[in-house]
């Protein structure tokens, strides 16, 4: 019987520097996240050569929700079924999850669902620490799920603990799967990885918050980016090949994700301008993301000439840069001539307050409220207001509770933690 894949040991190596630099690595080699054609023809390299290249490959130096959350349904190949997964279901793995950081309105039985409830059920209603314990549970319990769930309960727990903000414990509990790349996790017949996708790149970043690592997490996307280059090259049928190119697209965000938590903003705005196409037909999602770390760092020409290239799925970036120039007013116009979505009406509001009108701020943001908006930034910001303009903001803040957690009971969509009220 195989044994499980080895562990990526506990140590805690040196973290990423600004200092390092950036441009030594990247002038005269390609990596796999450069985006050159994918199928160009190259010589088939020796054993000899790949023996080295593994040898000698450093760890990459080289250089961001309302954000998407990943999937919460993950698919992968059957295990073959001689391989033990029973390390993976162990309770002791599994952190049990506390109510005492919601507020007392979402403690309220009528608040929780049944026991019965099925994970699916929990999920599309956004019931994300329930579905978190549930899938712990459908681990741990006898009869053990079958080998071709277990990934996929452990992916739903995982990506549950990071919407639910227990960052802390999904990073812990995603060491429990060890090395990823073990041979382990290896179809013996396919030569594929028995994990799931999604599951892979949640736990190359789960695991370098586990053990204190930067350069883990960037490092583990390269390792995915490699394997994602030779599936574009190898494969059969066209959509099979978008399929990886777009994994490829994902998986250069991501470094560039990494590269701003680690504070280098520098070094992900160059990362981010070498995946830019080389016929100019740049990406809508790359260039709002390059905008951004432009404003970021403060390079406003560059910010404006980076929106000036992009169409008008990136609208929301010019009254934004309105805002970082500190013009509220012009910006003020420029969100009102913007279709009235969620994410427009939060900004509207936002500017507002800096051009001294609290009470239309007031008037918005309640207003996304009262039609059943409940999102984390606009509780957060409302929380905020009332804070600024009042000093009996502790019991408006109380009181959106109640109005949150009224909506949320008619409408569905999970429950709210304190932080979100600020409370």
């Not at 390609?30 to 190259?42: E, K, T, Y």
């Not at 741990?140 to 769930?149: G, I, K, M, R, S």
């Not at 432009?294 to 000036?308: F, K, P, Q, T, V």
């Not at 059943?372 to 606009?378: E, K, V």
Request: aromatic fraction near 8%; charge should be negative.
């Amino acid at each position: 019987m195989a044994s499980p894949p080895p562990s990526g040991g506990s140590s805690t190596p040196k973290r990423h520097s600004k200092n390092i630099s950036i441009n030594r690595a990247r002038l005269s080699t390609r990596g796999p996240l450069d985006v050159d054609d994918p199928l160009a023809p190259a010589a088939p390299p020796t054993q000899e050569a790949v023996a080295a290249e593994a040898a000698n490959t450093p760890v990459p130096t080289i250089p961001f929700s309302p954000e998407c959350p990943p999937a919460v349904v993950a698919k992968a190949l059957p295990p073959p079924p001689f391989k033990d997964f029973s390390y993976l279901l162990r309770p002791e793995i599994y952190h049990p999850l506390s109510q005492l950081d919601l507020p007392p309105p979402f403690r309220a039985p009528s608040h929780q669902p049944l026991p019965s409830t099925p994970l699916a059920t929990l999920l599309s209603y956004h019931n994300f620490r329930s579905a978190a314990t549930a899938a712990a549970l459908r681990l741990c319990t006898a009869p053990a799920p079958p080998p071709h769930e277990v990934f996929a309960l452990i992916y739903t727990r995982l990506t549950c603990l990071t919407l639910i903000n227990h960052l802390a414990f999904a990073a812990e509990e995603s060491k429990a799967l060890q090395d990823i790349n073990s041979p382990f996790y290896i179809d013996e017949i396919s030569k594929t990885s028995i994990l799931p996708w999604e599951l892979r790149v949640l736990v190359v970043r789960l695991q370098g918050v586990g053990y204190g690592d930067d350069r883990r997490e960037v490092g583990g996307y390269y390792e995915l980016a490699r394997e994602a280059r030779l599936g574009v090259k190898e494969s059969r049928d066209e959509e099979e090949k978008l399929l990886w190119m777009e994994r490829l697209k994902e998986l250069g965000i991501f470094v560039a994700n990494a590269l701003i938590e680690m504070g280098d903003l520098g070094a992900a705005t160059r990362h981010l301008e070498t995946l830019k196409p080389r016929d100019g037909m740049a990406d809508e999602v790359l260039m709002g993301r390059l905008a951004l770390c432009y404003i970021n760092l403060g390079d406003l020409d560059a910010a404006r000439r980076c929106i000036a290239s992009s169409s008008s799925s990136n609208a929301t970036l010019a009254p934004l840069l309105s805002m970082a120039e500190g013009r509220y007013s012009d910006a003020v116009e420029e969100w009102r001539a913007l279709p009235q979505t969620d994410l427009v009406m939060q900004n509207l509001a936002v500017c507002l307050f800096y051009t001294g009108k609290v009470d239309k701020t007031l008037k918005f943001l309640d207003g996304l409220i009262e039609k059943g908006r409940t999102f984390h930034a606009l509780t957060f910001n409302l929380a905020t207001v009332y804070e600024l303009c009042s000093e009996k903001g502790r019991e408006w803040k109380e009181e959106l509770v109640e109005r949150v957690g009224r909506v949320i009971h008619e409408n569905g969509g999970g429950e709210r933690s304190s932080p979100d009220f600020k409370l």
